[in-house]
């Protein structure tokens, strides 16, 4: 009677302990979810200002062809990008058109004095601000997931109920490209 | 388990939590238990043979104390519950804000509030240059949050979301409630301790010298003794309890803002900028306080830097320094003091003398 007891309180403990590990599981997924979605919304605000930024520069220096097409591509190719990793190399791919074409405008002072460019190049580089903020809070929220469906009670969880690691939001290899200055070329 | 990120790193800081305030009964009735003991080695009590050993009848005294010492608290905290608000109404003497007076802040928290699908708190400002926030309010309707002129000037729109992200999360968290339940507990283990000094002073045992000669001062010695430590251990858990609720209240508004840094900078701008003259059960609800007290253990607040090395470790921020005052200049005759601008190599500012703000509301 008595091991019969304890039996069912083995089986009830480590019924909680299962739930509870499985609950926590379903938190940190679901931080990972928010931190992706608030990261999607500041690259989409970014995708939305894009255009603008091109006619107010067209304006000024239209035959800056190349490096206008660049951004108007590579805005593109962000916006139908398709998995995680994609869309990180689309969006740095983006970055670097970006980082560019205001070096272009440097030369135009006409351009940087119009006060519509001014606006766009501030709510840029504010956008741009946000951006490695919620990438960087994206990856801390990714490699808690990571790590806790790797530990111990938590791995055999996570294998039968289908939690599968996440990707990074990462430079990756184009770091390097973007932290050489831009060209600048006087066509 | 080991805090693998923001999230977990809260998890175990709420455990931490729990763990603290069922420290407190557990005080209280080892408190009692231990006094027990002392009046039947004094021979205040009937010796226990009878029970089994003077142990196990102090253990059944202590047990039929304890519906007692549960209902004393429960009075306690009704009375503190209602009154509690108040007390703290009064005693900051703050002004409400509104979207038209202050639309930057009053935005932010709203912003903040509709991303976590709550009601907004009233936002309430003290007219102070000194840098602090806190975080009023038991119950939903009644919530508010609190700061000073001093961080409204001098904080950059980041920063500002970062100190009120702070002190959302500790309404989200509900850590009024917890500090008040902190504070009742200790008000009571305080309550007790004082009555044992009066009683001793007074010599209220004395009565009991004509039965027993001698043996009152074995009793006095051990409730001296037990007095002190539950009286120390009592501030000690407190302290404990509102220094993890900090450490949570940090790591909730990375969260809700996704920005570990501006929570980094916002706390190295405040640092040393935050004295608030306040009683010290208000002191732990401000978003700093910079009253150390004896290595630590007193403190309503963990240091600065450990908070930003939690920070850099758990929400991946990055230590910058801040910038030079960020918000559009105020001309700064209006605003001597608003601490950021460059100093004097002595600390003190170009007027060569440090203004004092207006007599604190607790003044």
Redesign the interface.
């Known amino acids: 009677m008595l091991a019969l007891v304890i039996l069912i309180a083995i089986v009830v403990l480590i019924g909680i302990l299962f739930i509870g590990a499985y609950n926590?599981l379903v938190?940190?997924r679901q931080?990972v979810n928010e931190?992706f979605a608030?990261i999607d919304v500041q690259l989409k605000q970014r995708q939305d200002l894009v255009p603008n930024l091109v006619e107010t520069v067209k304006g000024y220096a239209a035959h800056e062809r190349g490096t206008l097409d660049e951004v108007t591509q590579a805005r593109a190719a962000a916006a139908n990008a398709g998995n995680i990793e994609q869309r990180a190399q689309a969006e740095n791919a983006l970055t670097g058109a970006l980082g560019r074409l205001m070096a272009v405008a440097e030369a135009y002072p006409d351009l940087k004095a119009n006060q519509n460019f001014l606006q766009l190049q501030g709510e840029l580089s504010d956008l741009e601000n946000?951006i490695a903020?919620?990438r960087?809070?994206?990856?801390?929220?990714v490699?808690?997931?990571n790590?806790?469906i790797q530990?111990f009670p938590a791995v055999l969880i996570a294998g039968m109920t289908g939690f599968a690691s996440r990707d990074f939001f990462d430079v990756g290899p184009d770091r390097a490209a973007l932290q050489t200055a831009p060209q600048v070329k006087f066509s | 388990m080991p805090a693998l990120g923001l999230q977990t790193y809260i998890w175990n800081n709420n455990i931490r939590s729990a763990i603290l305030l069922v420290g407190f009964p557990i005080l209280l009735l080892g408190m009692v238990f231990f006094l027990t003991l002392g009046m039947i080695w004094a021979g205040m009590l009937p010796p226990g043979a009878y029970y089994g050993g003077d142990v196990a009848e102090a253990l059944s005294l202590m047990w039929s104390a304890a519906p007692l010492a549960i209902a004393v608290a429960v009075v306690w905290f009704v009375i503190a519950y209602f009154f509690n608000q108040a007390i703290i109404d009064f005693a900051t003497g703050s002004q409400p804000l509104t979207r038209e007076a202050e639309p930057r802040a009053y935005n932010l928290l709203e912003n903040l509030c509709i991303s976590r699908g709550m009601t907004m708190p009233t936002l309430r400002v003290i007219e102070t240059d000194e840098m602090n926030a806190f975080a009023s309010g038991l119950h939903e309707g009644r919530f508010s949050v609190t700061v000073t002129r001093g961080i409204l000037e001098a904080m950059s729109d980041d920063e500002l979301e970062a100190v009120l992200g702070h002190e959302l999360s500790h309404i989200i968290n509900r850590d009024v409630r917890t500090m008040v339940i902190a504070s009742i507990f200790a008000g009571i283990i305080t309550l007790m301790c004082q009555i044992i000094y009066r009683s001793i002073m007074w010599g209220s045992f004395g009565g009991m010298r004509g039965r027993r000669s001698g043996n009152v001062g074995i009793f006095m010695l051990v409730a001296l003794v037990v007095g002190a430590i539950g009286y120390v251990l009592a501030i000690v858990i407190r302290m404990a309890i509102s220094r993890t609720r900090e450490y949570v209240a940090d790591a909730g508004s990375v969260q809700l803002t996704k920005n570990p840094d501006a929570m980094i900078r916002a706390l190295r701008r405040i640092s040393g900028h935050a004295h608030l003259d306040a009683p010290q059960s208000m002191r732990a609800m401000f978003l700093e306080d910079d009253d150390e007290g004896v290595m630590g253990l007193f403190a309503t607040h963990p240091p600065v830097e450990k908070r930003v090395a939690a920070l850099m470790q758990y929400g991946g921020g990055r230590d910058v320094a801040p910038e030079p005052p960020p918000r559009s200049a105020p001309p700064p005759s209006l605003s001597p003091q608003t601490s950021e601008a460059p100093l004097s190599p002595d600390g003190q500012g170009p007027w060569g003398q440090r203004r004092d703000g207006p007599p604190g509301p607790w003044g």
Request: a positive charge; aromatic letters at 14%.
């Open positions: 926590r938190a940190l931080n931190a608030d946000k903020a919620a960087r809070f994206f990856n801390n929220a490699g808690e997931y790590a806790s530990r």
